[in-house]
């Protein structure tokens, strides 16, 4: 039998996923995802490292590298209700964001379907003290929302370090 020893692989430190832990019906145009949020709890979830900080759905990172940021979103969609969701990165603490990622989901008829989309973005974080990440949603008609429930993730936020910051 063989025994392999990797040295100087690193790995991934941090690893974080966290969910809308109720459904947000007909949020504002423009506004950030930032209440019903919560870090995972399944008996399965594990985090690696520190893991994310969340407050009013500003999301800071633990430490500088580069992530890969994960956004599942379902919304419920009725008479013409359309979703967009995006991932928004800030550099200057929270002074001004851009978005880096999008989900465009479709429209929907006289009763209420379900889609789903998914956005990822690699983030580079340089400084741990001044960047962030926000998920913002738009352009949903009156009937549309985000939908969240506590047992389990249907609206989801993942963050992976992948390696150091580049």
Partial sequence: AFTWTVTGAGGITEADQWR???????????????????????????????????????FTFPTTGLYLVKLKAVTPNASGAS???????????????????RIIQGEGNSSTSYDTGNADALVNVTNASTFRVAFQVDGLASAGGVSGNTAYTVTGFTFIRLGDSQ
């Fill in 83 to 101: 979703a967009n969701m995006y991932i928004n990165v800030s550099t200057n603490s929270g002074g001004a964001y851009d978005s880096v990622a």
């Fill in 20 to 58: 809308l832990s109720a459904t947000i019906n007909n949020p504002s145009d423009g506004s950030l995802i930032g209440t019903n949020l919560e870090r995972a709890d399944d008996a399965s979830f594990a985090k690696i490292g520190t893991g994310m900080t969340e407050s009013s759905g500003v």
